[in-house]
């Protein structure tokens, strides 16, 4: 370009770049104001949330107490007084009752982040029926930490003692990590998110790590004031990994092929919790477990920042549509 042309372009760029910061300054504002208009209509949707600790119940009222507590709850009570009662004087089950009574005195903080995740969930899925929530213990049977039917949500409160906590001891570090209160709002979360996004159908590994995605994406909507690192069950540490390394994952996936390919070693390597993913390399070592959710999260993040799509919408949209749509590109 000769210096007269470059004059001139100069000369053009000064008077446009305020007019691109303006229609940028429009932009984010714009959208602040449709966030914040949210924000206010999902605040103000009324929400009597009912909790009872069947937990508390169950361990203060002794035997003359069943018949009461059986009446109240009839869909706790499938087995004879006999087994109950047995369970009442057990000592491991007296001990796990204080325990749990005593690192959950108060369940306020956790009542008011379940009221605002129903408050979102209301918001985007207004035929939603809010169920009523009741804290148990189930012998920390972590895999069925939360129940969630119709119209009753359950939560086995023996599971969030915190990872130091001696009853899992025997567990791997990375299921103990997860078995603490501050994941307990993103696990119900969870179960409300496996109610509306279907499995898929299509056996691709691409399709099961949109179909994570989406349910990630859910709780990026339905928690968007909760960290990223909760919603996806992982250590900060992991989470900083994931982000540092997403680029070369991304390769490592397009290079071995793995994106159509329907091989279930796929999942144990990539989806399901484990202690780390499965490259075959030296860092595996140093990587979180499921990080094919990971990436799947940041495809669907990525198509719904590139498209105007409801959120019901995305809910049943195909793999294939979703990543080709997107324009994903990892970060280096």
Aim: with cysteine.
């Amino acid at each position: 370009m000769n210096t007269v042309n470059n004059k001139m372009y100069c000369k053009i760029l000064a008077k446009v770049k305020p007019i691109f910061i303006l229609l940028s300054v429009f932009v984010i504002l714009s959208s602040c104001n449709d966030s914040d208009k949210v924000a206010k209509e999902i605040s103000a949707i009324p929400m009597d949330l009912k909790i009872s600790r069947f937990d508390r119940e169950f361990a203060a009222s002794g035997e003359k107490g069943l018949p009461s507590l059986r009446k109240m709850y009839p869909y706790l009570f499938p087995a004879p007084d006999s087994v109950w009662i047995a369970k009442m004087n057990d000592s491991l089950q007296i001990e796990l009752f204080q325990e749990v009574g005593n690192a959950f005195r108060s369940f306020e903080d956790e009542e008011e982040g379940l009221v605002q995740l129903f408050k979102h969930i209301k918001y985007y899925f207004p035929e939603y029926t809010v169920p009523k929530v009741i804290t148990v213990t189930n012998d920390v049977d972590y895999n069925n930490r939360i129940i969630l039917t119709d119209s009753l949500l359950f939560i086995s409160l023996d599971n969030y003692l915190g990872p130091e906590h001696k009853y899992y001891g025997g567990f791997q570090r990375y299921i103990a990590h997860t078995l603490d209160r501050n994941f307990l709002v993103a696990d119900v979360a969870s179960s409300f998110a496996k109610q509306v996004v279907p499995r898929p159908r299509d056996r691709s590994f691409l399709a099961r790590m949109i179909y994570f995605g989406k349910e990630l994406y859910l709780k990026d909507m339905i928690m968007p004031s909760v960290e990223d690192r909760k919603k996806i069950g992982y250590s900060q540490e992991d989470l900083d990994w994931a982000f540092a390394n997403e680029e070369p994952m991304w390769r490592n996936f397009i290079e071995n092929e793995y994106l159509y390919s329907t091989d279930n070693k796929l999942n144990q390597r990539f989806l399901e919790p484990a202690p780390f993913s499965k490259f075959g390399l030296e860092l595996d070592n140093e990587s979180p477990g499921r990080l094919g959710r990971f990436v799947g999260w940041q495809i669907v993040r990525a198509f719904m920042d590139n498209n105007d799509v409801e959120l019901k919408q995305l809910m049943t949209m195909p793999a294939e549509e979703i990543f080709k749509k997107s324009n994903y590109k990892p970060r280096n």
